[in-house]
């Protein structure tokens, strides 16, 4: 069996914290990728933790020397996966990648290896529901975020999987049978 690189992307609010958790609480053989950022760490986050935090002269010293697998820009801010901690991680784990859909897009441009997956909601009403319940962002916020999710939805096709989150048991174990799957590949 080989460790293989996953990249989950979704719209907000689909579910993805939340299935990226319980994986990683069940399987030892899998590792989540900490990607480096320009933005300054909010109350609670741990250098090396959430984020690798960087001044944005080290971010862009990185970009100039081809550091990242993927990188892009948010709301003024750099973010990117760097390719020293996915291939570290790739000696001993699997590696998972929580990111956007031009993000995984991208990683899978720089290494077609990673193996795409797509969670969508059983239904919009439903998704609107969880972004509600979620209770973190203003109305505005969840409208935006819904107003992405058509942009998302319209790259499914370039996904290797596109997996339901409807009853989150359910889920979480297809996205294991992907990942046996791959991994035995
Ligand atoms: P994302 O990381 O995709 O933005 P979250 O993991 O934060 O989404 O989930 C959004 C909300 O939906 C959370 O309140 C979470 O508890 C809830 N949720 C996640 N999966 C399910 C599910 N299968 N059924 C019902 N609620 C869910
Ligand atoms: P936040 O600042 O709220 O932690 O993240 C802002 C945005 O940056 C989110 O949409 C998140 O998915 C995205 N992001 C986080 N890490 C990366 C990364 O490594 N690459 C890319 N392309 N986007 C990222």
């Given at each position: 069996m080989k460790n293989i690189l996953m990249a989950i992307?979704?719209?907000?609010?689909?579910?993805?914290?939340?299935l990226v958790k319980a994986l990683l609480a069940r399987r030892k053989d899998l590792i989540e990728s900490v990607?480096?950022?320009?933005?300054?760490?909010?109350?609670?986050?741990?250098?090396?933790?959430?984020?690798?935090?960087?001044?944005?002269?080290?971010?862009?010293?990185?970009?100039?020397?081809?550091?990242?697998?993927?990188?892009?820009?948010?709301?003024?801010?750099?973010?990117?996966?760097?390719?020293?901690?996915v291939?570290?991680a790739l000696k001993e784990k699997s590696v998972i990648l929580e990111?956007?859909?031009?993000?995984?897009?991208?990683?899978?441009?720089?290494?077609?290896?990673?193996v795409?997956v797509?969670?969508?909601?059983?239904?919009?009403?439903?998704?609107?529901?969880?972004?509600?319940?979620?209770?973190?962002?203003?109305?505005?916020?969840?409208?935006?975020?819904?107003?992405?999710?058509?942009?998302?939805?319209?790259?499914?096709?370039?996904?290797?999987?596109?997996?339901?989150?409807?009853?989150?048991?359910?889920?979480e174990?297809?996205l294991e049978?992907i990942i046996d799957?791959e991994k035995?590949?």
């Open positions: 992307s979704g719209p907000s609010g689909v579910g993805k914290g939340t990607s480096c950022t320009t933005r300054a760490p909010r109350k609670g986050e741990r250098d090396g933790r959430e984020y690798f935090f960087l001044k944005r002269e080290e971010f862009l010293s990185r970009i100039e020397k081809g550091d990242f697998l993927e990188y892009d820009e948010h709301f003024g801010n750099f973010y990117g996966t760097p390719k020293s901690f291939k570290e990111i956007d859909v031009v993000g995984a897009l991208n990683a899978k441009k720089a290494f077609p290896e990673c795409l797509m969670i969508v909601p059983p239904s919009e009403e439903e998704l609107k529901r969880r972004l509600k319940g979620r209770n973190s962002e203003t109305d505005e916020e969840i409208e935006r975020r819904l107003s992405r999710m058509e942009y998302e939805f319209s790259k499914k096709d370039e996904y290797d999987y596109i997996v339901v989150n409807d009853a989150l048991d359910g889920a174990s297809k049978e799957k035995n590949r």
